[in-house]
């Protein structure tokens, strides 16, 4: 089973995707695209062309999980726009806030860590 924590790395994939790609090809992109290893235990997030389905990719030390999300109603309102990034790092919050549709950085959500005062 996958558990998203807060200390995961999250990385999303900003070009669509074609979601005919299974585990195999999913992580050939992750290296070549993506730049980072499959096997690292990262989540990768894809996004399909009509922008009606998200596939997450992660390895958890014995093989893959592949998990999709399709909406039955519209489209995700938000994904990055396309620019000289090709991957884009969220963290637990902002992802969970995505797959439920919303833009994950206009939440008014407490700041991930703060420097206490000595």
Same mark, same amino acid.
């Given at each position: ?29 992750? #290296? *070549?695209?993506? =730049?980072?290893?499959?096997?690292? /235990?990262?989540? %990768?997030?894809?996004?399909?062309? +009509? #922008? *009606?389905?998200? =596939?997450?990719?992660?390895?958890? /030390?014995?093989? %893959?999980?592949?998990?999709?999300? +399709? ?48």
């Amino acid at each position: 089973m996958i558990q998203i924590t807060p200390h995961m790395r999250i990385l999303l994939s900003v070009e669509p995707v074609d979601f005919r790609k299974g585990i195999d090809t999913l992580a050939a992109l992750c #290296r *070549t695209v993506l =730049k980072s290893d499959p096997f690292s /235990g990262c989540l %990768f997030v894809f996004l399909n062309r +009509r #922008r *009606t389905a998200i =596939k997450i990719l992660c390895y958890d /030390g014995q093989g %893959f999980w592949i998990c999709q999300k +399709r909406l039955s109603q519209g489209r995700f309102k938000w994904w990055p726009k396309k620019g000289c990034d090709t991957t884009l790092a969220l963290d637990a919050h902002e992802l969970q806030m995505l797959l439920w549709n919303g833009d994950p950085f206009h939440t008014q959500a407490a700041p991930m860590w703060r420097k206490i005062p000595a």
